[in-house]
Each structure stands twice: as structure tokens, then as C-alpha cells.
């Protein structure tokens, strides 16, 4: 069965602090894809990224960064020099190749000071 | 490309009435919609799988009779929360997927509050 952890429930930082959201994922599937999205006060889902479980490169967009490693199933996501625009509550998913139905880790809520 | 729109943003009912939500694609065709539940400051739990044409395939635990979805065209699939209660209210938020979509953009959510 498909299972997705985010141990951290809350993390709180100062403005411009690096700070790494962890998340594990289990599945049986050889074929999968991840995804992290930031989920705002205001509700709605903001992609970040999707990963496919074939490319472990780590991948990085700006401030944002992704380590994907397949040997200790996790898929971490690194903001670098953070601001107070990236407080929200941040969710890792995992969805099966074929149907695309989603499952979301439990969520971090990210608070940065500033 | 890839637009995902839901309507209403919010909303206010009271108890005992039906509600429905719209969750459409805007530019393109969206064979399968899922529709994700989520009550204040939890994950968000797949509810449902519908497919243009045929019946939706809900999820363990989700009254098929309570929240009917229907998905009639391949741009529309609403959900109607059928005699709405207080422990209904929550985030309601769809996806759709396509041959050029694959599930990863979401529409922009229903608040639903019954009172």
C-alpha cells in the first residue's frame, strides 16, 4: 500500500534560514511519481514539483531544492535563505503511474519570522 | 495550459440541505476527476475517482448515497453533498487528468461550511 510520512509537523524559522522539510514515502510500485506542494493560507494547491521514480537527479529551482533517493525512500525539499512569503503548509504526495489518484503525507506547516 | 477551475470558492449552507460544487477543466479534456476532502489543519484524502461516462469509484469509508458526483462531459464533474450536516464541513478540492494532464494541478478548493 501506498504511504506517504512527513514527520515534521511544524517547523518554525527566522527569514533567511535554510530549512529541509523531510518526507518518506513507501510503495510497491516500480513506477511511481512524487510531488511537493505549498498549500497557502487561502487554500489552495500550488505545485512545486513532480518527480518520476526513475530520475533520482536532484533538481533545483531557485531558492528550492529536491533530493529524491530511492535507497532510503525519501524526497526532501530544501528552502534555501528563506522568507516569510514561503510560510505555509507544504505536503509531499505519491501517486501510482496508471490512475493518478494522489496520497498526501500529513503536511508541514512551515512558519518563517521574520 | 492545464487550468483547473472551481466554483464556488466558499460556501455557507444549513443543515439538512444539498450543496453542489463545480470542478471543471478549462483547457483540455479531462477523462478522470478526483475529488480530496480535507477537515482543519489534516492531510487531504482522496474521496473519489470519476470518469467521464461512467460511475465514480469511491473510496473506503465515503457515503457514495451522500456525496454524489457526477461527471457528464469531459471538461465537468460536480459533487453534491446531499443533506449536508455539520460534520461535513470541510476543504473540498478536485483534480483532473487527461492525456496531457496528469493529475498534478488542482483546482482551487470549496470551503464548505454547514451550520
Known amino acids: 500500500a501506498q504511504k506517504v510520512t512527513q514527520a515534521q509537523t511544524e517547523i518554525s524559522v527566522v527569514e533567511k534560514e535554510d530549512v529541509t522539510l523531510d518526507c518518506v514515502y513507501e510503495?510497491?510500485?516500480?513506477?511511481?511519481?512524487l510531488f511537493w506542494y505549498k498549500q497557502p493560507p487561502s487554500g489552495e494547491l500550488v505545485f512545486l514539483i513532480r518527480?518520476?521514480?526513475?530520475?533520482?537527479q536532484n533538481e533545483i529551482s531557485g531558492r528550492y531544492s529536491w533530493n529524491f533517493q530511492k535507497s532510503t525512500s525519501s524526497f526532501n525539499f530544501t528552502i534555501t535563505a528563506s522568507q516569510v512569503v514561503d510560510s505555509a503548509v507544504y505536503f509531499c504526495?505519491?501517486?501510482?503511474?496508471?490512475?493518478?489518484?494522489?496520497?498526501f503525507g500529513s503536511g508541514t506547516k512551515l512558519n518563517v519570522k521574520p | 495550459g492545464a487550468v483547473v477551475s472551481q466554483h464556488p470558492s466558499w460556501v455557507i449552507c444549513k443543515s439538512g440541505t444539498s450543496v453542489k460544487i463545480e470542478c471543471r477543466s478549462l483547457?483540455?479534456?479531462?477523462?478522470?476527476m478526483f475529488w480530496y476532502r480535507q477537515f482543519p489543519k489534516q492531510s487531504l484524502m482522496l474521496m473519489a475517482t470519476?470518469?467521464?461516462?461512467?460511475?465514480?469509484?469511491?473510496e473506503q469509508g465515503v457515503e457514495k448515497d451522500k456525496f454524489l458526483i457526477n461527471h457528464a462531459s469531459l471538461t465537468l464533474s460536480t459533487l453534491t453533498v446531499t443533506s449536508a450536516h455539520p460534520e461535513d464541513s470541510s476543504f473540498y478540492i478536485c483534480?483532473?487528468?487527461?492525456?496531457?494532464?496528469?493529475?498534478?494541478?488542482f483546482g482551487s478548493g470549496t470551503r464548505l461550511t454547514v451550520v
Open positions: 483547457d483540455f479534456q479531462a477523462t478522470t
Open positions: 518527480r518520476n521514480s526513475f530520475d533520482e
Open positions: 483534480s483532473a487528468s487527461g492525456r496531457v494532464n496528469y493529475g498534478y494541478t
Open positions: 510503495t510497491r510500485d516500480t513506477t511511481y511519481y
Open positions: 470519476s470518469n467521464e461516462g461512467s460511475k465514480a469509484t469511491y
Open positions: 504526495a505519491l501517486s501510482e503511474a496508471d490512475f493518478n489518484k494522489f496520497y
